[in-house]
């Protein structure tokens, strides 16, 4: 049961992940800036 819950708990981890990702380009691609250069990461993601 204790690798079920693991399982779930890395699954929920990755699609936040995504969605934050997928935030992210969107709100870079409208010009929005970061101080660290946060936007240069959307650059590897192929989407």
Known sequence: MGRK???VI???LF???L???LALDSY???GGKFAL???SITRIVPW
Do not use: M, S
Request: neutral net charge; charged residues 10%; aromatic residues 12%.
């Open 28 to 30: 870079c691609d409208q």
């Open 10 to 12: 890395a699954a929920t």
């Open 15 to 17: 699609a936040c992940l």
């Open 19 to 21: 969605f934050y990702l």
């Open 5 to 7: 819950k693991l399982l």
């Open 37 to 39: 250069g946060i936007c």
